[in-house]
């Protein structure tokens, strides 16, 4: 009698156990299922933040006597989707008299980290750094006895930003009948960012002949920063080095698909977007072959500068002798 008991449980917990493999085998690597991963993936690819900042409380502290050392201490996120490297960001402290504030130097995003990494299926939340800026002792000019700067914290980087929208050609779109075609070429709207602060709110599209034609449209999402042409130099643009014919350029790549089209023309023909109001426009044609209509993608990459600023205030009183 015990020993058939014995079996009996021997059995069954060999049957949890090959039930338990079996479920566990099922799933891709770091726990996810694909319908997770894809999500994941949506997450990654959708947003409208790059480069974020935030001063941690009382660093600096309101107020300090002069002759003590200064100290903020930042947090930096990278809340979008492109890895940055130590040349690829930058903060700098401006707003102050440097005779009276010493050491406040630039410090690079990635200080200390080599990379600070934009999110990604294992990282929604994306990268973070701290960075350090210290001034050995804050020395008020004779007869000073209260100085109230405010700090600004300018934050240069270089980001890039990728859309593969899908879109549909038809290179006789008005000689075959629509029960005839797999899709219909219409415009496409591209909601909700594409994890960077610049990117793609629709493309147009339209067929003539054999040709596809795509009006595709660059938006600034992130309107408490600015872009700058990808030319510029980040690493001082807290400073006068930023010239107003660095404002509101973005380099820009178009290609459909892998081989589909060959290109015909692209406008600005320099390859520089131009953006008034925070948006600007790009149009590009392409020879489509074959005789059926089909979906691809439109893969489209813009290369640019972003500059954006955080403010704070600090009182510093002279010292009582």
């Known amino acids: 009698m015990h020993k058939r008991g014995v079996r009996v449980i021997y059995s069954s917990t060999i049957l949890i156990l090959l039930i338990l493999l079996t479920s566990c085998s099922g799933q891709v690597a ?25 001063v941690l409380p009382n660093s600096p502290p309101p107020l300090i006597y002069d002759q003590n050392e200064l100290v903020s201490i930042l947090e930096i996120y990278n809340k979008g989707n492109h890895n940055l490297g130590t040349g690829d960001c930058f903060v700098q402290a401006t707003g102050f008299d440097p005779n009276i504030i010493r050491g406040y130097v630039t410090h690079s995003c990635a200080e200390n980290t080599g990379t600070l990494e934009g999110k990604n299926v294992y990282n929604l939340k994306g990268g973070m750094n701290q960075i350090e800026f210290r001034s050995p002792g804050v020395t008020l000019p004779p007869g000073v006895f209260e100085y109230n700067p405010t700090i600004n914290f300018v934050t240069c980087y270089n980001y890039h930003t990728r859309a593969n929208p899908s879109v549909c050609v038809d290179p006789l779109f008005y000689q075959v009948t629509p029960q005839q075609k797999t899709c219909i ?6 909601g909700g960012g594409q994890g960077a602060p610049v990117g793609i709110s629709y493309v147009g599209v339209s067929m003539i002949g054999g040709k596809a034609i795509f009006e595709i449209n660059v938006v600034n999402f992130n309107t408490a920063g600015r872009v700058l042409s990808p030319y510029s130099d980040i690493q001082n643009c807290g400073q006068a080095s930023v010239e107003y014919k660095d404002l ?5 790549n178009v290609n459909l698909g892998s081989g589909t089209g060959s290109v015909i ?12 109001n925070g948006q600007g426009k790009i149009v590009c044609q392409f020879n489509i072959p074959g005789t059926s209509a089909f979906e691809t993608p439109l893969m489209i990459d813009l290369d640019y500068n972003f500059v954006q600023s955080f403010k704070k205030t600090v009182k510093i009183v ?3 002798e």
């Open 265 to 276: 023309d692209c406008k600005p023909r320099d390859h520089i977007v131009r953006l008034n």
């Open 318 to 320: 002279k010292t009582p």
């Open 185 to 190: 070429p219409h415009d496409v709207s591209v």
């Open 248 to 252: 509101d350029k973005v380099t820009y």
């Open 30 to 54: 770091g726990g996810d299922k694909p319908v997770d991963t894809a999500a994941r993936l949506a997450q990654v690819q959708t947003g409208t933040e790059g480069v974020v900042i935030n």
